[in-house]
C-alpha cells in the first residue's frame, strides 16, 4: 500500500513537472486509419518532438483511447496541443483550432455506411450501428449530421460508439455489429458492402491552449511544418470554419409540412363558361352627326 501511495505521487510530481517545463501534445482521433496503437503513439511522439523544438521546450507525445480522459486531461491543462477528430469537437462545442489535417492534399474526408446482409439502410431498420467515438454524440452525428434528420430517433436499434474506425470494421467483419460507419476509404470486411456514402466531413484539426501568442504562432509554424504519416499526411493552417460547419449539421434540421396553396391558373373558357354575351345592334345613323 505505501509502495502504491509512492508511486502515484512520483507520477503525479512528474505530470507537474511536464506542464511545468515541458509542452505536451495529446492525441485523440480515433476516425483516423492508424494501423494500430504503436502507430497513434509515434506520431503524437513525433509531432511532440517538433513543437518541443520550436519552442525550445521538451514535448511530451500521449495519447488517448477515450473521450472522457482525454477530456478529463485537456480540461486540467495536462494538454496544451491537442490533434482531436473534427467530430468530437464539432460535438462538444469547438475549440481554439489553429490548423486541420490532410490526406493527399484534401482536408476532408466523406463517409460510408459499411453493411452485412443489407443493400439499403431501410434494410437496417431496428438494426445497431458502430461508429468510432463521439464523445457520446454518436447517435446525433449519424442520424443528423450524416443523414440530415431524415431518419426517426428510433429507426436503428441502437448506434455505439467503436473505440476506433478499425475496430468498428473488425466488430462488424465479426458479426458483432449490422452496420458500421467510418471514414471512406477503408476496405469492407468480407461479407460486407458499402451501401450509402454521405457529404465530407473535416480530418482532424489542432487546437492550442494554455499559451501566450507568441508561443501558439511557433506551434503553428511546427504543426504547418510537420510531416505526418498516411493517416494524417500533414497539417495546414485554419481549419476552423469545418468544425463550425459540422457543429451546425449535429442540430436536426426543421422540418416543415407541405404548403396547401390554390390553383390561381384559371382558363378561359371557365371564364366564359356558362355566359351569355351579345352586342346590341345601334343605329347608325345615330352615331352620324349632322352637317351644317
Do not use: C, H
Given at each position: 500500500?505505501?509502495?502504491?501511495?509512492?508511486?502515484?505521487?512520483?507520477?503525479?510530481?512528474?505530470?507537474?513537472?511536464?506542464?511545468?517545463?515541458?509542452?505536451?501534445v495529446g492525441l485523440f482521433a480515433p476516425s483516423s486509419p492508424f494501423a494500430g496503437t504503436a502507430a497513434r503513439v509515434?506520431?503524437?511522439?513525433?509531432?511532440?518532438?517538433?513543437?518541443?523544438?520550436?519552442?525550445?521546450?521538451?514535448?511530451?507525445g500521449r495519447v488517448y483511447g477515450k473521450a472522457s480522459d482525454f477530456a478529463s486531461a485537456f480540461k486540467k491543462g495536462e494538454v496544451q496541443v491537442a490533434v482531436v477528430d473534427a467530430t468530437y469537437l464539432a460535438a462538444i462545442g469547438g475549440g481554439n483550432v489553429v490548423a486541420v489535417?490532410?490526406?493527399?492534399g484534401d482536408t476532408s474526408v466523406g463517409w460510408v455506411l459499411v453493411a452485412r446482409g443489407a443493400a439499403s439502410v431501410l434494410e437496417l431498420r431496428g438494426k445497431t450501428v458502430l461508429v468510432p467515438s463521439v464523445g457520446g454524440r454518436e447517435s446525433e452525428f449519424v442520424r443528423n449530421a450524416l443523414y440530415g434528420g431524415e431518419l426517426a430517433k428510433d429507426f436503428f436499434r441502437a448506434i455505439e460508439a467503436a473505440p476506433d474506425a478499425a475496430s468498428a470494421l473488425t466488430?462488424?467483419?465479426?458479426?458483432?455489429?449490422?452496420?458500421?460507419?467510418?471514414?471512406?476509404?477503408?476496405?469492407?470486411?468480407?461479407?460486407?458492402q458499402v451501401i450509402a456514402t454521405f457529404a465530407p466531413v473535416s480530418l482532424p484539426v489542432v487546437v492550442v491552449t494554455g499559451v501566450d501568442d507568441a508561443t501558439r504562432a511557433k506551434i503553428v509554424a511546427a504543426v504547418v511544418a510537420f510531416e505526418g504519416d498516411a493517416a494524417i499526411g500533414g497539417?495546414?493552417?485554419?481549419?476552423?470554419?469545418?468544425?463550425?460547419?459540422?457543429?451546425?449539421?449535429?442540430?436536426p434540421g426543421e422540418r416543415r409540412g407541405p404548403m396547401a396553396l390554390p390553383d390561381v391558373r384559371i382558363g378561359l373558357g371557365e371564364l366564359l363558361a356558362g355566359r351569355g354575351f351579345a352586342i346590341p345592334r345601334a343605329d347608325l345613323k345615330t352615331l352620324i352627326a349632322p352637317a351644317e
Open positions: 500500500m505505501i509502495r502504491r501511495i509512492i508511486v502515484m505521487l512520483v507520477i503525479a510530481i512528474a505530470s507537474r513537472a511536464a506542464r511545468a517545463d515541458g509542452i505536451a509515434e506520431f503524437a511522439n513525433r509531432l511532440a518532438r517538433a513543437v518541443g523544438a520550436a519552442v525550445g521546450k521538451p514535448g511530451i489535417g490532410a490526406r493527399s466488430s462488424l467483419g465479426l458479426g458483432k455489429a449490422d452496420a458500421a460507419v467510418v471514414p471512406a476509404g477503408v476496405s469492407p470486411p468480407s461479407g460486407t497539417f495546414r493552417a485554419g481549419g476552423a470554419d469545418g468544425v463550425k460547419a459540422l457543429a451546425r449539421r449535429f442540430a
